[in-house]
């Protein structure tokens, strides 16, 4: 199968890998131009893509040839607006609307969800008053109306490589110490993702789904064992013991998700 990946970053440019090691071709788009010939000594067919919000870049038309795209571009957490991301959002739906692409993979996060301090699944509504990600419910407002196949992937705090919980806190004095976590390692991602690439859902299965850890520790226990893992200092507690949260309802019960004790 032809997949085009847009956001070649930290979880686009494994999946692009992992793929092309499965047998697929990969289309890949990055917004760094020095940053093409790092994907394409990798394999993957490489286009300059950027959204500000309109599309801009060479070439990047061919992304929309493939049979399947995966959307990864997250919002960014202070340099843009949720008004910008929902453009960014609006402007890849039209370039959809004109395309052959007949299925969609958009990686979406369980910031959606308000903080609860209760379990949260799939029919929680937002709630923009008690925590919910203004730019994540806009983004997935806007690629809800395409006209292909649809599958939203809803994902927990990001782990793996480079990202362990815990490390940017040591030494640190923070709060939350019997919160209870929702993360998700992106060996796991990678592995859903394909898998959906070879057995699509039927057109009554669910197409939003939360992938996260049905394992929820505390930040704590996550934290300390990461410490003592990977040899940093653990967070200083402070007297909050717990900050608002929630507890995402995983859709992957039973697979063998990585559980943040284990990473």
């Known amino acids: 199968m032809t997949v085009s990946i847009v956001g070649c970053g930290w979880l686009g440019l494994p999946l692009a890998e992992f793929l092309i090691g499965k047998g697929h071709k990969v289309f890949g788009s990055t917004t760094q131009e020095d940053k093409l010939a790092v994907l394409r000594e990798k394999g993957i067919d490489a286009v300059r893509f950027k959204l500000v919000p309109m599309p801009i870049g060479e070439s990047f038309h061919k992304l929309f040839g493939a049979d399947l795209l995966v959307i990864n571009i997250p919002p960014g ?3 843009n607006t949720p008004e910008f991301y929902e453009e960014q959002i609006k402007y890849l739906k039209y370039q959809l609307q004109q395309s052959n692409i007949k299925k969609v993979i ?8 308000p903080n609860t301090n209760d379990l ?3 029919t929680t509504a937002h709630d923009f008053d008690n925590g919910s990600s203004k730019a994540v419910v806009k983004g997935e407002l806007q690629i809800s109306q395409i006209n ?6 809803r994902c927990g ?16 004095v923070t709060q939350g110490a019997n919160t209870p976590v929702n993360y998700i390692h992106r060996d796991d991602i990678l592995r859903v993702i394909e898998s959906y690439i070879n057995k699509w859902p ?4 669910k197409k939003i789904l939360n992938l996260v850890s049905p394992a929820h520790p505390t930040r704590k226990e996550v934290h300390e064992k990461m410490a003592s893992k990977h040899g940093f200092k653990p967070p200083i507690w402070g007297e909050e013991s717990a900050s608002p949260s929630k507890v995402v309802d995983s859709d992957f019960k039973k697979s063998s998700l990585i559980s943040p004790l284990d990473f």
């Open 106 to 113: 958009f990686i979406s996060s369980t910031s959606f969800y």
């Open 148 to 153: 292909q196949e649809l599958i939203i992937l």
């Open 202 to 205: 039927e057109k009554e299965e």
């Open 157 to 172: 705090g990001l782990m793996g490589g480079e990202r362990i919980p815990g490390k940017w806190f040591s030494g640190k």
């Open 120 to 122: 949260v699944d799939t």
């Open 77 to 79: 957490r202070k340099k």
